[in-house]
């Protein structure tokens, strides 16, 4: 640094000369006096390290992107994240400011580029999320020494509190899609929900599950699935949620239909035995999730809203909003944010256990693997048949235990499928033959199973009905 006297055809003027950036640079003032100021407010600003002596200052924000992309973000953010930011990078940042130079983004520049993002009609939480992604990246410019100062730190961003009110599902509801799914044999989506309304873990929590993390009590949550991959979960944190009666008896049914697995292997694997992969999640939301959903009434509706389920059913039994953080695994301010409004509603009422609950939704539908009770001739007349029940056994009295195929849900999956396979054999029989009383009666025997049906008794099971032995010989 230093001041020049030049004279000109004009006068006498005044050169301070600097190096910035790899670059030498000058001024020409007027006075001694406004030079002699300029020159010591560089050597100032030097000191202050707001200098910036790098000549990567010329790169241009793309060029820093991808320099952030392979030093910072592939080593420490997730790929749905880096593909999240891709696809919000390539929309909304590369054609506006994506060419400038680091030392040409002031906060001038970026207050003008949030405005033309508005004026383009870019939502509120878009609008959060670019300002956010462009000020990480360029803190690491920061942290590298190519720009002295954060330009998007003093940007003011939108706010990132919930325009939405969360509407937890209540366990009816939860219920209900259980239902539909286990009417279709999906017993594994119906356990799914389960853990997904009865544990209150993320999907990608849940999908990384294994039978060990299920212990007598509570279930560890260490990890998490994405893109067929297991990472860290959402906080880094590793935590154990309660385990209530019911989703344990779920998970139980499921292991045994399984074929008691070891305990290092994932409770909710894919066909061929690993992790889903973000398409496999895609397919089961559309195939299966949002079919149950529309049965049970509601529309629109995630699989991530069913962890809100399981933080109303802790504050209805009496919970503090300290506890619900914990066993939700966020910040107890973000809780009381989220469930605000659920605990006003539940402020006088009364307190009923979260097993309890679940137990009295379960009351109200027909059980899957068991007979309807006597309610539903009364419920049917007035309301007609219900499309989520079953069709009940009709045995008398003397055998009212299940019968063996009803004791186990993979039993009894494997056991309908047989029975459809049989039942479509003997209709191409029975129409390429007009004697089908002697068959009837064969297959009256073969439906016999172990003598435990007793005189009278009919059994009506995925379309095929058993023919009792006076209908058989009446035939």
């Not at 079953?390 to 299940?402: K, Q």
Request: net charge positive.
């Amino acid at each position: 640094m230093s001041i020049e006297r030049l004279e000109r055809q004009d006068g006498v003027v005044w050169r301070v000369r600097w190096r910035e950036g790899g670059h030498n640079r000058a001024k020409v003032l007027g006075r001694k006096r406004d030079a002699e100021a300029f020159d010591a407010d560089i050597r100032r600003r030097k000191r202050a390290g707001e200098l910036v002596e790098s000549a990567n200052a010329q790169m241009t924000l793309t060029e820093l992107a991808h320099e952030w992309l392979h030093v910072y973000g592939a080593p420490n953010l997730a790929r749905s994240t880096l593909e999240s930011y891709a696809i919000t990078w390539d929309r909304h940042v590369l054609p506006h400011i994506g060419g400038l130079r680091l030392r040409e983004l002031t906060p001038q520049v970026l207050e003008r580029y949030r405005s033309e993002l508005a004026a383009a009609g870019v939502g509120l939480p878009t609008q959060r999320r670019v300002l956010v992604i462009v000020q990480g990246i360029l803190q690491r410019a920061v942290e590298w020494g190519y720009i002295p100062t954060n330009p998007a730190k003093v940007v003011r961003k939108p706010t990132g509190r919930r325009r939405h009110v969360v509407r937890p599902m209540a366990p009816t509801i939860v219920e209900q899609m259980r239902a539909h799914l286990l009417a279709r044999g999906d017993l594994r989506s119906a356990t799914l929900v389960s853990v997904l309304a009865y544990a209150g873990v993320r999907p990608g929590e849940a999908l990384a599950l294994t039978f060990g993390d299920v212990r007598q009590r509570t279930i560890l949550v260490e990890r998490s699935a994405s893109l067929g991959e297991i990472k860290e979960t959402k906080t880094g944190r590793l935590r154990s949620v309660r385990l209530l009666p019911p989703l344990a008896d779920d998970l139980r049914a499921w292991r045994t239909a399984c074929g008691a697995p070891s305990n290092d292997t994932l409770i909710f694997p894919t066909a061929s035995g690993g992790l889903w992969t973000g398409h496999d999640w895609k397919n089961w939301v559309r195939r299966r999730f949002r079919p149950a959903a529309g049965a049970a009434g509601v529309e629109g509706a995630r699989p991530y809203d069913l962890r809100h389920s399981f933080c109303s059913l802790l504050l209805y039994e009496g919970r503090t909003i300290v506890e619900v953080a914990r066993q939700a695994g966020h910040a107890p301010s973000m809780s009381l944010d989220t469930y605000q409004h659920v605990i006003d509603e539940l402020e006088d009422a009364e307190r009923v256990p979260a097993d309890e609950q679940i137990r009295r939704a379960r009351a109200n539908l027909v059980p899957v693997s068991y007979p309807l009770s006597a309610a539903r001739t009364s419920s049917e007349a007035t309301d007609g048949p219900n499309p989520l029940l079953i069709a009940p056994s009709r045995r008398p009295d003397s055998n009212r235990g299940p019968l063996h195929y009803e004791r186990g849900v993979g039993c009894s999956r494997r056991l309908m499928c047989a029975v459809e396979r049989r039942r479509n054999a003997r209709t191409r029989q029975e129409t390429r033959s007009p004697d089908t009383s002697r068959r009837r009666h064969a297959a009256q025997k073969r439906w016999t199973l172990g003598g435990r049906t007793g005189r009278g008794a009919s059994i009506v099971l995925c379309g095929a009905r058993r023919l009792t032995s006076g209908e058989a010989l009446a035939a």
